[in-house]
């Protein structure tokens, strides 16, 4: 004799001839959407995390029979903004084997439509928190970053005394000949003075410190001697000795001067790299950042053997070892595209789901605050400057089509307005040459454009990779640097690019800026720079939801990796980060914190 509900299964659902199996399952699913509609009408204070984690086990146990996947985790009661248009907005997540399964709201936990749970389903409630895709950091230099983080800081230094004393405070103590390195140092931070060799000389080690943009170093006496730097020395294409009216050199270089000095500064060695790697993932994972695209410790005509080394003694040492937390996306120099050709011919592009081999990467130009950034017109402070070609360009054309042949994904560094426009005629060249593919090709930094350049990278569509922090700091030297017309119509065209269609993929260029996206969205969203309250050219102002595409979408687009993150989504992996605040409604007068990051549905920050 079938049941009382086994019969009213079949009352309602007008059928008859159901098997017993079919009548149960009818049963099951009709009790829980009983349930459901009971639990929404529930008192509230029945809603504490307990009761609303055991409600869902009970509701959806007898699901994980169905043919279902089972997740390892569900993660709900969350104010999920999956940055996927076909489902914005979700509540809750099921993630198995390190990617999602599904997303859905409140009720479609309760009645099974998420997931099935199984005897070992973890269910984590996040407390209403905001969540996000994991952020991807479009332009960093990783184990750069990570070494750096040892070096002498010298950011805040905020007069020549104040910057000639942390130098002086790393010697003491310090074994005779070690180098003394410092970075981060901005000459606008005490005026404009640019430093020279007298502020930093120590008679028993050599010094060199960099400035923020890492395009202008200075060393001292010893280095300059090192190095074979006298006043004779000719300067290198693109590349400047600076020198005093007498002709001696001052100690300041930019660009590919500076390859007379790292020749000679002792290269940090394989455990030192490898730490460094491991410190910036901490630091990168504390900030929200799963994953980064790493441009390697490459400067402008540096030894390009670099960063290549570094692939095969950092990242696929990590790889292998299972050490690795942050999914890297690598390029490397141009100079060097047959190399990487071969091995992305040999294992492909994506070496795990944590390490890809993105391409390559050359320098057209240098960078405004160094005065080497290629633009149209002349410096209006320095009216024989126009700025530096730091590649050649028939050597860049040359080597871009090649490049671009053997199918390597391309990225130029370009600042000035010229360097653009040049680079841009560059990759039209490769396009017409090489015939259509999907190659995304990225332009890096893309600072100052001509009036028809945004027209062009839609056009083409040429990803234009930005790093929003460089604006707080350039807005302090552009106006002086360009005139305040010039400055202010060509700089960071952010809502300019995206209006015409361009892809925005955002990041810091860590560790010229911070490794912190929300500070990228607060400079993108508000342009107000450092030590200023009004915003610099608001007419470039972006939403914060543009701002977060393109430190997720945006990011994972333009390196080919939008298939499997940048968007949370059925199949994607699961890297998310959960905030303190909703990044797109909370007030101005709040900064949001990352709570939590996620890597493959795993908490891999904090540790507890």
Not at 496 to 508: H, I, Y
């Amino acid at each position: 004799m079938d049941s009382m509900g086994d019969s009213q299964c079949r009352m309602n659902d007008g059928i008859s001839g159901m098997g017993k199996k079919q009548r149960q399952l009818c049963c099951r699913m009709k009790l829980m959407v009983t349930m459901g509609v009971l639990i929404i009408f529930l008192p509230s204070w029945l809603f504490v995390p307990e009761t609303y984690r055991e409600l869902t086990r009970i509701l959806m146990r007898g699901l994980s029979g169905r043919g279902v996947e089972t997740a390892d985790t569900l993660f709900v009661n969350a104010t999920i903004w999956t940055g996927d248009a076909r489902q914005p907005w979700a509540q809750s997540m099921a993630v198995a084997n390190g990617r999602i399964l599904s997303l859905g709201n409140a009720s479609e936990v309760q009645t099974g439509q998420v997931a099935a749970i199984g005897p070992n389903t973890k269910i984590v409630d996040l407390e209403g928190k905001f969540v996000t895709p994991g952020l991807i950091d479009s332009h960093v230099h990783f184990i750069s970053g990570g070494l750096q983080m040892t070096y002498v800081q010298l950011g805040t230094a905020d007069s020549r005394a104040e910057f000639t004393r942390r130098l002086k405070l790393a010697a003491e103590g310090v074994n005779k000949g070690k180098w003394i390195v410092g970075v981060n140092w901005n000459h606008e931070n005490w005026g404009g003075e640019m430093p020279e060799a007298a502020w930093i000389d120590a008679p028993n080690h050599p010094v060199v410190a960099c400035r923020l943009d890492g395009h202008t170093c200075v060393v001292n006496s010893v280095a300059l001697a090192l190095a074979g730097i006298d006043r004779d020395t000719p300067e290198p294409s693109g590349g400047i000795i600076v020198k005093d009216p007498s002709g001696d050199p001052t100690g300041l270089l930019v660009d590919s001067a500076l390859t007379y000095v790292q020749k000679c500064i002792p290269q940090p060695s394989v455990e030192e790299r490898r730490a460094a790697y491991l410190r910036a993932s901490e630091l990168a994972l504390s900030n929200g950042v799963t994953g980064v695209v790493d441009f390697g410790r490459l400067t402008p005509m540096g030894p390009p053997e670099q960063p290549w080394d570094d692939l095969n003694d950092v990242y696929l040492w990590a790889d292998a070892a299972g050490l690795m937390r942050v999914r890297v996306i690598a390029f490397y120099p141009l100079q060097i595209w047959p190399t990487v050709a071969a091995f992305v011919k040999q294992r492909g592009n994506d070496v795990s789901q944590w390490l890809r081999v993105g391409g390559v990467k050359a320098f057209a130009d240098g960078s405004v605050g160094s005065g080497s950034a290629l633009f149209h017109q002349a410096y209006a402070d320095d009216k024989d400057n126009f700025g530096l070609h730091v590649a050649d360009p028939d050597w860049l054309l040359e080597a871009a089509l090649s490049a671009d042949e053997a199918n390597l994904q391309i990225a130029v560094h370009a600042i000035g307005d010229a360097a653009n426009d040049e680079v841009l005629s560059v990759f039209d060249a490769v396009k017409a040459s090489n015939g259509p593919r999907d190659r995304r090709l990225r332009m890096e930094h893309a600072q100052h454009l001509s009036a028809e350049a945004p027209k062009h990278f839609a056009r083409e569509n040429i990803i234009a990779s930005m790093q929003p922090d460089h604006l707080r700091d350039d807005a302090m030297f552009a106006v002086k640097r360009l005139g305040e017309d010039r400055a202010e119509r060509s700089s960071f065209l952010m809502k300019t690019l995206l209006s015409n269609g361009t892809v925005l993929a955002l990041g810091s260029d860590w560790m010229v800026a911070p490794l912190e996206p929300l500070g990228g969205i607060e400079a993108a969203t508000t342009r107000i720079p450092h030590g200023q309250s009004t915003p610099w050219n608001s007419e470039e102002i972006i939403s914060r939801e543009a701002a977060l595409i393109g430190y997720t979408w945006g990011s994972a687009y333009a390196c080919f990796r939008d298939a499997d993150v940048g968007t949370l989504s059925p199949s994607k992996f699961a890297d998310f980060v959960v905030f303190s605040d909703n990044l797109l409604t909370h007030p101005s007068s709040i900064k949001p914190t990352v709570l939590a990051t996620y890597v493959a549905g795993e908490r891999a920050y904090p540790i507890s």
